[in-house]
Nanobody
Framework: QVHLEESGGGSVQPGGSLRLSCVAS????????MEWHRQAPGKERELVAA???????NYADSVKGRFTISRDNAKNTIYLQMNDLKPEDTAVYYC???????????????WGQGIQVTVSS
């Protein structure tokens, strides 16, 4: 089993910054694609940013130029640096990861429990 835990959320004024972290623990053999998603009240969950194991990245158009995803494979951790935050970035942010289990070698997708980010003046 693999557990993902997010941290770094909170409240910030428009134009501010936050850095989210997501640490994976458990029976990890290899971590493949890792992503950040978000879900705002009354809206569907959407992909924000993704980072492959080779560290190639892609972003939702709404966050390009403001958010940066990065990963530390040695620490099984991904980060989301969020700059120039806007009220429309307010949401619960979730990390997920495709992980090959160290015991079974099966590939599964795991989700964190989510963390609140609120952008408001």
């Amino acid at each position: 089993q693999v557990h993902l835990e997010e941290s770094g959320g909170g409240s910030v004024q428009p134009g501010g910054s936050l850095r989210l972290s997501c640490v994976a623990s458990g029976s990890i053999f290899i971590m493949y694609n890792m992503e950040w998603h978000r879900q705002a009240p009354g809206k569907e969950r959407e992909l924000v940013a993704a980072a492959a194991r080779d560290r190639s990245t892609n972003y939702a158009d709404s966050v390009k130029g403001r958010f940066t995803i990065s990963r530390d494979n040695a620490k099984n951790t991904i980060y989301l640096q969020m700059n120039d935050l806007k009220p429309e970035d307010t949401a619960v942010y979730y990390c997920n990861a495709d992980v090959a289990d160290s015991v079974t070698t099966r590939l599964n997708t795991y989700w964190g429990q989510g963390i609140q980010v609120t952008v408001s003046s």
